[in-house]
């Protein structure tokens, strides 16, 4: 098996790659950029189909955000969480993964934005957003901040899931 294969596992399950000659071709071809890169590269050319680099980013951001060593903040303020990663995504790519598991392979195409984080219990976690979600967000993408504009239900919910970590009422 090859470490690709390893690292992206999903991709057999929807696709039938031919690991040893991607993986080469990969290698040859392609210094410089990331897996899930280079499959959109050649989605981009009709090698592949487009779900397939989605797919690849999805599980590139996941080991990131597991493996991330980016220090939670201990001093007062509002942040976002530093594992916090955000892909804009064409494909519903949690839904096709979580058929794939019930023997159901299928494509879903659905625009969205999700976010792919691990919170204080290591646990990673993925969350699609909105319009006011993301809005808020973004007020925390420069550093800490010492409130927020305004605290609503966006607010509560993503301090209640980990997305912002709130050092002031803790």
């Known amino acids: 098996m090859s470490s690709l294969q390893k690292m992206f596992p999903s991709l057999s399950k929807f696709s039938d790659l031919d690991w040893e000659s991607v993986t080469r071709e990969y ?5 410089g950029i990331s ?3 280079y499959l959109q590269i050649k989605a981009e050319q009709g090698d592949c189909p487009p779900y397939l680099f989605e797919l690849a980013f999805y599980e590139l951001a996941a080991f990131e955000a597991s493996s991330s060593v980016a220090p939670f903040p201990h001093q007062p303020g509002i942040y ?28 879903f195409e659905r625009s969205h934005i999700l976010c792919i984080y691990r919170d204080k219990d290591d646990v990673v ?3 699609e957003l909105d319009g006011p979600s993301l809005a808020l ?3 925390l993408e420069d550093g800490p901040i010492a409130k927020v504009s305004e605290r609503n239900q966006n607010y509560e919910s993503l301090v209640k899931r980990g997305l912002i970590l709130d050092l002031i009422e803790a």
Request: proline content about 7%; aromatic content about 8%.
């Open 125 to 127: 976690n993925s969350l």
């Open 35 to 37: 897996f899930p890169e």
């Open 137 to 139: 967000l973004s007020e």
């Open 80 to 107: 976002l969480n530093p594992t916090a990663l955000f892909l804009n995504l064409e494909f519903d790519i949690p839904r096709m993964l979580e058929e794939a598991e019930l023997g159901n392979i299928e494509i």
């Open 27 to 31: 290698e040859a071809t392609s210094i």
